[in-house]
């Protein structure tokens, strides 16, 4: 099975912390050089210096960064324009950004909705558009989105993101039956609850809107996972990886939830 990335280069979104810091990784030590994509200058340094990277005679790994403020669409458009100048074309894009907040739909402002849709959407549109040129003149693309299992099960409480997630999954698909006869797929992967900074915010939200401990929270979230445990970052990024691989050429258009069997769907 050819899991090889050498001489590839991916575009990794939101890859300063949690599942998009493990798939800069996971895909670095299968030989791409990494651009990681996020809004911190000081942690995208950070996160740069701890990528592995191997030199042989044919191919170097060239890791880099770019930043941009993903809730401003016209700033990541500005940053990847200056950026492709310059830049050789790219293989891999994976789109993974911050949810919105939480809370119950009833309640969501209308500017609510929109902000998410330009910070999810609006931002993929834009990074698949800049990067088709390239996938279309290498004879191969991977466009990966990092989602959520709301698309197959919406979760309770988390009414503006289970919307947008939806929309995304949609354009991922119609993106795939446009793309697939230049050997681009488009994925999405679902991750189901991940130990990162922001599911501990969702369960320390809900501790203080219902009057558990966090400890209580966890638990029950944990309780509700066949696996009985949180899923680790590093396994969604092992998904992730799989699809950006040669092995996985003939998979597209699909919505692949890593979430310990807790999604109660096919």
Partial sequence: MDLSLTGKRALVCGSTQGIGLATAHQLASL?????????????????????????TQAHAQTHSWLAADFSNPDSVRDAITRHLDSAAPYHILVNNTGGPPGGPIADASPEAFLAAFNQHLVNNQ????????????????????????????????????????????????????????????????????????????????????TGQTYEQVRAAAIAGIPAGRLGLPEEVASAIAFLASPAASYITGVNIPVDGGRTQSL
Avoid: H, M
């Fill in 31 to 55: 030989g791409a050089s990494v651009t990681l994509f996020a809004r911190s200058e000081d942690r995208l340094r950070d996160a740069l210096a701890a990528l592995p990277a191997s030199e």
């Fill in 126 to 209: 834009i990074l698949a558009q800049a990067l088709l040129p390239g996938f279309r003149s290498a004879g191969y693309g991977r466009i990966i989105n990092i989602i959520s299992t709301s698309v197959k099960a919406p979760i309770p409480g988390l009414g503006v993101s289970n919307t947008i997630r939806g929309a995304v999954a949609s354009w991922a698909k119609t993106l795939a039956g446009e793309l697939a006869k230049d050997n681009i797929t488009v994925n999405n992967v679902l991750p189901g609850f991940t130990d990162t900074a922001r599911l501990e915010s969702l369960f320390r939200a809900k501790a203080d809107k």
